[in-house]
């Protein structure tokens, strides 16, 4: 109690010491501490399987967490299936896209030389260069893919075993939280445990759908707008959708490229245009209404925590920090000290404002989720 008495500065040079501390903790334990979260992340996504199988199905504990963990790496599997034959189908486009690139932009060269009356053969020379490089480094495109969902195979191997143990032993962890409080506090703690876990189950549920509708949105775009890998752009969209504007700005650049050296530049306004009706829809629809404006993070400190994560962990951490930000806001704002640290995480708060509703059917009605 004596903590919340020391003067205001005193205060705040203890919070940022631990700030600090903490911070190198976290970089100096990031072979473990990765891994570890995202295990953490997706055994809230797969604890109502668990749940089902031990309570209704009457499984034992070792026996659900070992379906889960089945089911999970079937998942897994099918991405890194999805993900190889793709690339694969793209690494031999490769010499087709590198002839079709030349002859785009030998085009372009001719159409601005004679509009605008401008020499930029060497300017042009060099930018098609560099796209040149880029087309035949197919190593470092696969590189970069399977980049976003591991650093190799030792993350892999922690990120199951993680996911077992937290699966497993997911009682005695919250035995632990509980008890390491006082006995007067026990009942609070106990409630704001199970909140947080509610809340962060949802989240991890809700984010799992607006990658898939994303996803799916982005490959009908594509698709119809005749762009090459439409489901491959697709997913990768909807997987960097997570990073908040950054990753949505990076699958644009991405699209755009394959759309340039596929298509006409044509192809590439529609392309702009429609990932801008899809940010909107996602921003304004599937976000409030699937993830939910509880967990809504600002701007602000979700580019804070893309720079800080990416610092910290790498690619990695620009995809952990945004369910770490978003956990941390919901512990922030159940617990009464800390309450204007969670506020200062989200969105401005609007009491009066009434949560939107969309009638899909006469007993389908969609409404905006706390």
């Given at each position: 109690?004596?903590?919340?008495?020391?003067?205001?500065?005193?205060?705040?040079?203890?919070?940022?010491?631990?700030?600090?501390?903490?911070?190198y903790l976290v970089e100096l334990g990031q072979s473990i501490l990765a891994p570890f979260f995202l295990a953490f992340l997706m055994a809230m996504l797969f604890?109502?399987?668990?749940?089902?199988?031990?309570?209704?199905?009457?499984?034992?504990?070792?026996?659900?967490?070992?379906?889960?963990?089945?089911?999970?790496?079937?998942?897994?599997?099918?991405?890194?299936?999805?993900?190889?034959?793709?690339?694969?189908?793209?690494?031999?486009?490769?010499?087709?896209?590198?002839?079709?690139?030349?002859?785009?932009?030998?085009?372009?060269?001719?159409?601005?030389?004679?509009?605008?009356?401008?020499?930029?053969?060497?300017?042009?020379?060099?930018?098609?260069?560099?796209?040149?490089?880029?087309?035949?480094?197919?190593?470092?495109?696969?590189?970069?893919?399977?980049?976003?969902?591991?650093?190799?195979?030792?993350?892999?191997?922690?990120?199951?075993?993680?996911?077992?143990?937290?699966?497993?032993?997911?009682?005695?962890?919250?035995?632990?939280?509980?008890?390491?409080?006082?006995?007067?506090?026990?009942?609070?703690?106990?409630?704001?445990?199970?909140?947080?876990?509610?809340?962060?189950?949802?989240?991890?549920?809700?984010?799992?759908?607006?990658?898939?509708?994303?996803?799916?949105?982005?490959?009908?775009?594509?698709?119809?707008?005749?762009?090459?890998?439409?489901?491959?752009?697709?997913?990768?969209?909807?997987?960097?959708?997570?990073?908040?504007?950054?990753?949505?700005?990076?699958?644009?650049?991405?699209?755009?490229?394959?759309?340039?050296?596929?298509?006409?530049?044509?192809?590439?306004?529609?392309?702009?245009?429609?990932?801008?009706?899809?940010?909107?829809?996602?921003?304004?629809?599937?976000?409030?209404?699937?993830?939910?404006?509880?967990?809504?993070?600002?701007?602000?400190?979700?580019?804070?925590?893309?720079?800080?994560?990416?610092?910290?962990?790498?690619?990695?951490?620009?995809?952990?920090?945004?369910?770490?930000?978003?956990?941390?806001?919901?512990?922030?704002?159940?617990?009464?000290?800390?309450?204007?640290?969670?506020?200062?995480?989200?969105?401005e708060e609007r009491p009066h404002k009434k949560k939107k509703t969309y009638k899909i059917s006469k007993n389908i009605t969609l409404k905006e989720m706390d």
């Amino acid at each position: 109690m004596n903590f919340f008495k020391l003067p205001f500065l005193l205060k705040l040079t203890l919070v940022v010491i631990s700030i600090i501390g903490i911070g190198y903790l976290v970089e100096l334990g990031q072979s473990i501490l990765a891994p570890f979260f995202l295990a953490f992340l997706m055994a809230m996504l797969f604890l109502p399987l668990s749940n089902f199988l031990e309570k209704k199905l009457r499984f034992p504990r070792s026996v659900s967490t070992m379906i889960s963990v089945m089911f999970m790496l079937v998942i897994l599997a099918g991405l890194i299936f999805f993900f190889g034959s793709q690339l694969s189908s793209f690494s031999k486009d490769i010499p087709h896209l590198k002839m079709q690139l030349d002859t785009v932009f030998n085009n372009l060269q001719v159409w601005v030389s004679h509009t605008f009356n401008v020499k930029i053969r060497e300017q042009l020379g060099y930018i098609d260069q560099a796209l040149n490089k880029i087309l035949s480094s197919s190593g470092a495109i696969l590189g970069f893919t399977f980049g976003i969902f591991s650093s190799g195979l030792g993350f892999l191997f922690f990120f199951i075993l993680f996911f077992i143990f937290i699966l497993n032993y997911r009682r005695i962890l919250n035995n632990f939280i509980v008890n390491v409080f006082s006995e007067k506090h026990k009942a609070s703690v106990q409630e704001v445990v199970s909140e947080v876990r509610v809340m962060t189950k949802k989240y991890i549920i809700g984010l799992c759908l607006q990658v898939i509708i994303v996803s799916a949105l982005t490959s009908i775009l594509l698709s119809i707008l005749g762009v090459k890998y439409a489901i491959l752009l697709g997913v990768l969209t909807g997987l960097l959708n997570v990073i908040p504007y950054i990753g949505m700005f990076i699958s644009l650049l991405i699209s755009c490229f394959i759309a340039f050296a596929t298509g006409t530049p044509t192809t590439c306004i529609y392309v702009v245009l429609g990932y801008i009706g899809i940010h909107a829809i996602d921003g304004n629809i599937v976000l409030p209404f699937v993830v939910g404006s509880k967990v809504k993070i600002n701007a602000l400190f979700s580019f804070i925590g893309i720079i800080v994560g990416e610092h910290v962990w790498g690619i990695s951490g620009m995809f952990l920090c945004i369910p770490a930000i978003a956990i941390i806001k919901i512990i922030f704002e159940r617990v009464d000290g800390l309450k204007p640290w969670g506020k200062l995480l989200g969105e401005e708060e609007r009491p009066h404002k009434k949560k939107k509703t969309y009638k899909i059917s006469k007993n389908i009605t969609l409404k905006e989720m706390d």
